[in-house]
């Protein structure tokens, strides 16, 4: 699975867990590993200009999602097929993003990664104009999000635990350091 990041919005951010919960979010939906992914982020003007040229919608938003190709039901861009799967782009707005966090009582970056998802399954058909589609995509955001936290969080422990580990069989000697193990007998 190719994912593309390019930040352009002036807003340090690290990118990295972008593309990790946007991975985790394509992996959950079954996506092709062939898939290929854009996200981009920008700035205010940029995100403002985007809304209402595509949206016809005034000043800016916290994400759109851009589909490569129209929906057909018999092949949908993130169905397994003979080639990469070109899915789309996905706009994020770090400053929008920002501003809708401190309301929200949480931080920008659990934000972006909100976002990111959202922009995931807009890409893959999802909607949220009527009310049973908002529950069925809302629901499906939230639980990808929070399997992609307990996932993170379990990922961490167990690079604490190693690191712990390292350090006592450092200290004993038993490390996996070259030259540091037994001399083998002549």
């Not at 002036?10 to 062939?34: C, H, W, Y």
């Not at 595509?54 to 929906?71: A, H, I, N």
Request: glycine share 6%; with cysteine.
């Amino acid at each position: 699975m190719t994912i593309e990041i390019a930040n352009e919005s002036g807003v340090a951010v690290p990118e990295e867990t972008i593309v990790s919960v946007a991975r985790f979010a394509l992996d959950k939906m079954s996506v092709s590993q062939l898939a290929e992914l854009s996200i981009v982020l920008v700035d205010l003007d940029v995100m403002a200009d985007l809304h209402e040229r595509w949206m016809d919608l005034p000043g800016p938003t916290d994400v759109m999602s851009f589909p490569m190709d129209e929906y057909d039901s018999a092949r949908r861009p993130d169905s397994a097929g003979s080639g990469p799967a070109l899915l789309g782009d996905i706009v994020l707005c770090p400053a929008f993003a920002r501003d809708q966090a401190k309301k929200a009582g949480h931080s920008t970056l659990d934000e972006l990664h909100l976002l990111t998802v959202h922009g995931v399954l807009h890409l893959l058909g999802y909607d949220h104009a009527e009310p049973e589609e908002e529950r069925e995509m809302f629901g499906l955001q939230n639980r990808i999000l929070a399997e992609y936290r307990e996932a993170r969080d379990e990922a961490e422990r167990a690079q604490a635990q190693r690191s712990m580990d390292d350090k006592v069989l450092g200290a004993v000697g038993l490390d996996d350091e070259p030259g540091s193990g037994p001399v083998p007998a002549d």
